[in-house]
């Protein structure tokens, strides 16, 4: 059985409460180096299946679609949201600060799922579902966010037909990508594009180049 408060115990004391840098109206747990908090999850690697600690950082995709939503509330005023592969929860906490009538946020991992409650509560908004691998799924969705989801060819392989065809049935679908080698842009429409400042505990840089894409249907 999946011990949630133990998993809160994890993320509240190997992570600390900041505000987001380039989303500075979001609040998370996150951790301010990547060696410690991956050290001390890697025995739940080994024991329970549990996915490195995505959660722990905001990633710049998640960043640029945070500060698009935020800036541009009315896109997701009153509509049904996916925050899919949601890590830390940002896409979907900027939606619910927007005003979306319904928020899911989905990840395979549950100490992800956990983060994004923990997330939540601490920015002052609800989230309305949380789930664990949507993929494959009927679209119950107005609209789909996804951050920095094809860094890896099995990912990509997985998730893109399911997201073409959520939105052949009419969800808009954004994917906000940083340079990573396995986004299929040939079937994407740029929406904007932004420097998002990141750390070289994370990236190779401390700016990294963020493009806002749309699914493009016709494809």
């Known amino acids: 059985m999946t011990n949630f408060s133990q998993f809160e115990n994890l993320i509240t004391h190997h992570t600390a409460l900041e505000k987001t840098d380039f989303v500075p109206e979001i609040i998370l747990y996150q951790a301010s180096e990547i060696t410690p908090i991956w050290q001390v999850t890697e025995s739940w690697l080994n024991h329970q299946n549990i996915e490195p600690p995505f959660w722990a950082f905001a990633w710049p995709g998640g960043k640029a679609i945070a500060r698009y939503i935020l800036d541009n509330p009315k896109l997701v005023k009153d509509k049904k949201v996916l925050d899919f592969a949601a890590g830390c929860g940002i ?60 860094y890896e060819a099995p ?65």
Request: hydrophobic fraction near 40%; proline fraction near 5%; charge should be negative.
């Open 91 to 150: 896409a979907a906490i900027a939606a619910a600060k927007s005003g979306a009538a319904y928020i899911e946020v989905a990840d395979i991992d549950p100490l992800a799922q956990k983060s994004c409650a923990l997330n939540a509560k601490v920015n002052h908004v609800l989230l309305d579902k949380n789930s664990n691998d949507v993929v494959g799924q009927a679209c119950a969705w107005d609209i789909i966010f996804c951050g920095d989801v094809c």
């Open 155 to 219: 990912m990509t392989q997985h998730i893109w037909p399911w997201l073409k065809e959520c939105a052949k049935q009419g969800a808009t679908v954004f994917i906000a990508d940083p340079g990573r080698s396995y986004l299929p842009k040939k079937e994407l429409t740029p929406v904007c594009t932004y420097d998002i400042p990141t750390t070289l505990e994370l990236e190779d840089c401390q700016l990294r180049k963020t493009v806002l894409y749309q699914i493009n249907i016709s494809q």
